[in-house]
């Protein structure tokens, strides 16, 4: 087929036009077989690399049908592969399987798939890389291999579920480990806790096929505490039916910018962590005289009470409820000062289960109020169980204490999928929410319960605190027939299975 009637071809055949004339020319002599396939399952255009796989010239394919190098018992994963492509929204999708050549034998192959558009978005063909299995790696894979392996910019491959399948050494550079021991661990756990969110939303974008690229910025956090700048690029597709994620991780400052704002929270992690190991001392210090005074008093009550006045039993009634009350604000105190950032263990959890086990954990105090508490359909999220229980805690605690006493305590927990996020809601049909309700999540801010008995004022802190480690918000709003609802988010999960 002489130029001209190639040209005259590419002018009417739309997946030609959608590769493009320059990307033809730098392929016509690639040691990469290319191929363009147009709707009707014909070859557009196949390069000199192809038809040698196959047996064939490149004249005498284009306009024949794609099936003349497929076997029979191939076709079906081919169509299946389109399928998958299609339906999954990734721009490629890697696939390894024979192909048929002229003189009836078979070799096998590897095809990267790609979709072409036209300039409207519209479906008009395919584009396929092929590189024959059997062949060795040319001098171009091993030197590409060796630049990614020596590279000074961070390459990583990830599975569908967000763990590391291969990295090199500038990626566990930045992050202050190891190769050898990313493969396996969840990529978004050496992210900084502020950038978690974000990056958590895009990796779910990702696996979702909302998105097939995405560009952020994300903090690792090294094994000292410090942090790298970076930018992320990552990108999604297809190998033979399994989803892969490719990332690209550039030090924006090459480790040595931003030295005086790292000096500083460096200096406020110090300072976080004294503030810890303080509260677990004066805690201890605390409880064990505490436990000392309430014991005493028990035991008076136990062997003297026989001889005590009404008056003396309610003095002796005070004075435990005082110190049981102490014991609590010093439990809630230590709680939020171990809450930090940098403590999270995120990992894949059923939000139901959380609840069941937070329930089963105020089974009494809930049948001594007689409340009911029920549940909707509640989503897998990406959490620390630990901190997420603790939050879920407070707040249907919170829920019983702060009841309506003409009413039986109505609670319920349910969720809803937000912009790249969920938002799981507590709702009751208590007292409603005091008027300077935006101060409830500060530190010392009490209500009064039904009966009077005031909170620790540190519970509902501990829970900001915590979910925004998680990159979420707290918040509370009156329910139009009385009550509240405490609401908090968490990042949507779809990049996890």
């Known amino acids: 087929m002489s130029e001209s009637h190639r040209e005259v071809l590419k002018s009417r055949d739309p997946a030609l036009a959608a590769v493009g004339q320059q990307y033809l020319d730098v392929m016509r002599d690639s040691h990469i077989g290319v191929v363009v396939i147009d709707m009707s399952q014909r070859f557009s255009w196949v390069n000199a690399a192809f038809a040698r796989i196959v047996g064939w010239r490149p004249e005498q394919l284009i306009g024949q049908p794609s099936l003349l190098t497929q076997s029979p018992d191939n076709q079906e994963q081919s169509e299946e592969a389109i399928e998958r492509l299609t339906s999954s929204g990734a721009t490629f999708e890697w696939l390894k399987r024979p192909v048929l050549r002229r003189d009836g034998t078979s070799i096998e192959v590897t095809f990267e798939w790609r979709f072409l558009r036209d300039d409207g978005g519209g479906l008009v063909g395919f584009l396929a890389h092929v590189t024959s299995a059997a062949s060795e790696p040319t001098a171009a894979d091993h030197i590409y291999a060796d630049l990614v392996a020596a590279s000074d910019v961070g390459f990583v491959l990830l599975r569908r579920d967000g763990t590391v399948a291969d990295a090199n050494v500038a990626l566990a550079g930045l992050v202050g480990r ?113 436990q000392t005074i309430t014991g005493f008093l028990e035991l008076l009550q136990l062997t003297e009470g026989s001889a005590l006045s009404e008056e003396g039993h309610d003095y002796i009634r005070r004075a435990l409820a005082g110190g049981h009350r102490m014991s609590e604000t010093i439990d809630s105190f230590l709680a939020f000062a171990r809450t930090n950032q940098q403590n999270l263990q995120l990992r894949s959890a059923s939000l139901d289960d ?33 901190g997420v229980g603790v939050v879920l805690q407070n707040l249907i605690s919170n829920a019983i204490r702060y009841r309506d006493p003409e009413r039986r305590p109505i609670i319920e927990v349910s969720a809803e999928r937000g912009p790249n996020q969920w938002v799981i809601h507590v709702s009751d049909n208590g007292r409603g929410l005091p008027a300077d309700a935006d101060h409830l999540f500060e530190m010392y801010v009490q209500g009064e319960s039904e009966g009077g008995h005031a909170g620790t004022g540190i519970g509902l802190a501990t829970c900001r605190r915590i979910i925004e480690a998680h990159g979420g918000r707290i918040w509370a709003e009156p329910r139009n027939d009385g009550g509240s609802i405490f609401s908090f988010s968490l990042p949507d999960v779809d990049l996890i299975d």
């Open 178 to 290: 190891r190769p050898e021991d990313l493969v396996g661990e969840p990529f978004a756990s050496y992210m900084h806790a502020d950038d978690l969110g974000d990056a958590l939303h895009a990796l779910g974008d990702l696996v979702a096929a909302r998105q097939t690229t995405v560009e952020l910025p994300v903090r690792f956090v090294r094994l000292d505490g410090t942090y790298v700048a970076t930018r992320v690029l990552l990108r999604t597709g297809i190998d033979d039916g399994r989803q892969w994620i490719a990332g690209m991780v550039v030090d924006v400052d090459g480790g040595g910018g931003a030295q005086h704002a790292e000096a500083i929270r460096v200096e406020l992690e110090r300072s976080n962590r004294e503030l810890e190991d303080f509260a677990a001392t004066a805690s201890h210090d605390l409880k064990s005289p505490l």
């Open 354 to 386: 959380l609840v069941v086990a937070t329930l089963a954990g105020l089974e009494a105090r809930i049948a001594a109020a007689s409340a009911s508490v029920t549940r909707g359909e509640l989503p897998t999220v990406v959490c620390d169980t630990r």
